[in-house]
């Protein structure tokens, strides 16, 4: 069995920045990422940019060395993608933190009202409803993040979680804030309103819950394949059949049943960038998808029905 | 003065502008099309004479008054009007006739826009201020110039004098258009908070509230971190773009 050579070379500099001897035909980039990082430790692998071309497309993990385009001497070229943070980490830091700061505007810690409201509770039982649902939803996305999503990549880069956080953080105060506020005004419709948008955010908070189980089932663990979700005899996957990211959909539904819940305009906002966002992610998804499969349904839309 | 600053960084107006700001030769992307760099020509030969008409305006104004306290009634039209029509700018990289970022552009211009409606049209009391003129010089001065230099890059043609101005003269009128800008936005907190202008408080039925001089204040906050930014960079492109130059004229 013949071995491979492999000089790194860095992409902007071309320094030779290590040279492997006797690789084996059949290693794969994480093995050669695990040896690169021996000479250099401050680049642990999931920092690591390999490509085959200076200014092409970064080398995947699986990827194996002898299918690759180069000859017995590989050259591979490196680029930092800088501090990386597991994406973990990042989903649970800025989950818990909506969580906790909605708490305390509810139960009005000294500093955010008057001093004559401190640690008193709202009259209407709507605010209390609001708690328990937006409360709901981000412990249902910590405990997703914990035991039900399988994620791609490991990590993202490092200054992600500020920009992140401080969406997540800041929407979160800005809502709460009026919510809970003393002077707070409870929806015009009343009961009425309030019922129809708590039916709203519990169909959609249980559709996106399926979602998410549904894509989990489509991937064992520890692997990273990737193949077309399809409806299950779960009636709330039968979305798969309108639209690539249903688990959007459902979400963008969820808040918009909030807003109506507590008739906030902040809420309302909050919802619309999140919509925009999400129509960003999905429309990216939904081209990844129609490119890697020949035969992706045709009916299927990003995120709204026949829509967008 | 940010709009100034960064359109000297070669956004909005008219394309004919190398990503590093240079028009007179390193053109890596084709430029916009014939149809395209017709209208942008037209465009900013417009633009230009429109900040010539308000420069004239200015000056005919002082002449007549003796004095240049509350000159900007007489160029309140035309600076209105070409101020606001620069918002097309925006369009202009969207489409990509100018390749320009389009939210770089966009915060250039709305915050001009912003200045002209919703500062010193919005609060009557501050449009007799002198920091008002401040600013309309700056920009003034500062558009005419970005706006020929447009004009002669689409035409490849560029008169170094116009390059030099865009590249030098900034020095001078960022900052004084900045001065300007906050000193017209401080004079008219007062009336804002007095008349709760453009606020709204709780209670109300859609639970928001709005304050707007409290907004004010955190814009003017904001030119803190943005200001030195702006400042520098374009101190660093000048050194760039002029002493470029001076090397190609060595060797002609």
């Given at each position: 069995?013949?071995?491979?050579?492999?000089?790194?070379?860095?992409?902007?500099?071309?320094?030779?920045?290590?040279?492997?001897?006797?690789?084996?035909?059949?290693?794969?980039?994480?093995?050669?990422?695990?040896?690169?990082?021996?000479?250099?430790?401050?680049?642990?692998?999931?920092?690591?940019?390999?490509?085959?071309?200076?200014?092409?497309?970064?080398?995947?993990?699986?990827?194996?060395?002898?299918?690759?385009?180069?000859?017995?001497?590989?050259?591979?070229?490196?680029?930092?993608?800088?501090?990386?943070?597991?994406?973990?980490?990042?989903?649970?830091?800025?989950?818990?933190?909506?969580?906790?700061?909605?708490?305390?505007?509810?139960?009005?810690?000294?500093?955010?009202?008057?001093?004559?409201?401190?640690?008193?509770?709202?009259?209407?039982?709507?605010?209390?409803?609001?708690?328990?649902?937006?409360?709901?939803?981000?412990?249902?996305?910590?405990?997703?993040?914990?035991?039900?999503?399988?994620?791609?990549?490991?990590?993202?880069?490092?200054?992600?979680?500020?920009?992140?956080?401080?969406?997540?953080?800041?929407?979160?105060?800005?809502?709460?804030?009026?919510?809970?506020?003393?002077?707070?005004?409870?929806?015009?419709?009343?009961?009425?309103?309030?019922?129809?948008?708590?039916?709203?955010?519990?169909?959609?908070?249980?559709?996106?819950?399926?979602?998410?189980?549904?894509?989990?089932?489509?991937?064992?663990?520890?692997?990273?394949?990737?193949?077309?979700?399809?409806?299950?005899?779960?009636?709330?996957?039968?979305?798969?059949?309108?639209?690539?990211?249903?688990?959007?959909?459902?979400?963008?539904?969820?808040?918009?049943?909030?807003?109506?819940?507590?008739?906030?305009?902040?809420?309302?906002?909050?919802?619309?960038?999140?919509?925009?966002?999400?129509?960003?992610?999905?429309?990216?998804?939904?081209?990844?998808?129609?490119?890697?499969?020949?035969?992706?349904?045709?009916?299927?839309?990003?995120?709204?029905?026949?829509?967008? | 003065?940010?709009?100034?600053?960064?359109?000297?960084?070669?956004?909005?107006?008219?394309?004919?502008?190398?990503?590093?700001?240079?028009?007179?030769?390193?053109?890596?992307?084709?430029?916009?099309?014939?149809?395209?760099?017709?209208?942008?020509?037209?465009?900013?030969?417009?633009?230009?004479?429109?900040?010539?008409?308000?420069?004239?305006?200015?000056?005919?104004?002082?002449?007549?008054?003796?004095?240049?306290?509350?000159?900007?009634?007489?160029?309140?039209?035309?600076?209105?009007?070409?101020?606001?029509?620069?918002?097309?700018?925006i369009l202009h990289c969207a489409i990509g006739i100018v390749p320009s970022s389009v939210v770089l552009t966009s915060f250039q211009v709305m915050s001009r826009v912003f200045l002209i409606w919703a500062?010193?049209?919005?609060?009557?009391?501050?449009?007799?201020?002198?920091?008002?003129?401040?600013?309309?010089?700056?920009?003034?001065?500062?558009?005419?110039?970005?706006?020929?230099?447009?004009?002669?890059?689409?035409?490849?043609?560029?008169?170094?004098?116009?390059?030099?101005?865009?590249?030098?003269?900034?020095?001078?009128?960022?900052?004084?258009?900045?001065?300007?800008?906050?000193?017209?936005?401080?004079?008219?907190?007062?009336?804002?908070?007095?008349?709760?202008?453009?606020?709204?408080?709780?209670?109300?039925?859609?639970?928001?509230?709005?304050?707007?001089?409290?907004?004010?204040?955190?814009?003017?906050?904001?030119?803190?971190?943005?200001?030195?930014?702006?400042?520098?960079?374009?101190?660093?492109?000048?050194?760039?773009?002029?002493?470029?130059?001076?090397?190609?004229?060595?060797?002609?």
């Amino acid at each position: 069995m013949k071995h491979y050579e492999v000089e790194i070379l860095d992409a902007k500099t071309r320094e030779k920045l290590c040279f492997l001897d006797k690789v084996e035909p059949h290693a794969t980039i994480a093995e050669i990422k695990n040896l690169f990082t021996k000479p250099h430790p401050q680049w642990y692998p999931a920092r690591q940019s390999l490509r085959l071309d200076p200014k092409g497309k970064s080398l995947k993990d699986e990827d194996i060395l002898q299918k690759l385009p180069v000859g017995t001497t590989a050259t591979l070229y490196f680029r930092d993608l800088g501090a990386q943070i597991s994406w973990v980490t990042v989903f649970l830091t800025e989950y818990a933190g909506p969580l906790f700061i909605y708490l305390l505007f509810y139960f009005r810690v000294p500093f955010i009202y008057g001093h004559k409201y401190d640690f008193t509770s709202s009259r209407h039982t709507v605010v209390h409803l609001a708690c328990i649902c937006h409360s709901f939803h981000y412990v249902k996305r910590l405990l997703e993040t914990l035991f039900v999503h399988r994620f791609s990549h490991g990590t993202m880069p490092l200054r992600n979680i500020f920009k992140n956080c401080t969406y997540y953080w800041g929407f979160a105060a800005w809502m709460a804030y009026y919510i809970n506020h003393p002077l707070y005004t409870p929806p015009t419709y009343g009961a009425q309103q309030v019922k129809l948008a708590l039916a709203i955010f519990v169909i959609c908070q249980l559709g996106n819950f399926s979602i998410h189980m549904a894509l989990r089932d489509l991937r064992p663990a520890g692997s990273k394949t990737r193949k077309i979700p399809y409806p299950t005899k779960n009636p709330f996957t039968w979305l798969f059949l309108l639209v690539s990211c249903p688990n959007y959909t459902y979400e963008v539904g969820s808040w918009i049943g909030f807003a109506i819940m507590t008739q906030c305009l902040p809420v309302a906002l909050f919802s619309l960038v999140g919509f925009t966002q999400m129509t960003i992610w999905a429309k990216g998804k939904h081209r990844s998808y129609l490119k890697e499969f020949r035969d992706y349904p045709p009916l299927r839309m990003p995120i709204i029905p026949f829509l967008l | 003065a940010a709009a100034a600053t960064a359109a000297a960084k070669g956004n909005g107006g008219g394309g004919g502008r190398a990503g590093a700001g240079d028009a007179s030769g390193t053109r890596k992307k084709k430029g916009p099309g014939p149809l395209a760099t017709a209208y942008l020509v037209i465009y900013n030969v417009v633009m230009t004479a429109g900040w010539l008409v308000i420069a004239v305006g200015l000056v005919r104004a002082y002449l007549a008054k003796g004095s240049y306290h509350s000159l900007y009634y007489s160029i309140e039209k035309p600076l209105k009007f070409f101020q606001t029509g620069a918002l097309l700018e925006i369009l202009h990289c969207a489409i990509g006739i100018v390749p320009s970022s389009v939210v770089l552009t966009s915060f250039q211009v709305m915050s001009r826009v912003f200045l002209i409606w919703a500062v010193t049209h919005s609060v009557k009391e501050v449009q007799s201020e002198d920091s008002v003129l401040l600013f309309v010089i700056a920009w003034t001065i500062t558009e005419i110039i970005r706006y020929s230099f447009y004009t002669f890059s689409l035409l490849n043609h560029l008169p170094y004098l116009i390059k030099w101005a865009r590249y030098t003269l900034f020095i001078v009128l960022y900052p004084m258009g900045v001065s300007g800008e906050l000193l017209t936005i401080y004079a008219a907190l007062p009336f804002v908070r007095q008349a709760g202008l453009y606020s709204i408080s709780l209670p109300n039925k859609y639970n928001f509230s709005f304050d707007y001089h409290a907004f004010l204040i955190l814009i003017m906050i904001s030119y803190i971190p943005i200001f030195p930014q702006l400042y520098f960079h374009m101190i660093h492109q000048r050194r760039k773009i002029l002493s470029h130059t001076e090397e190609h004229k060595k060797f002609e």
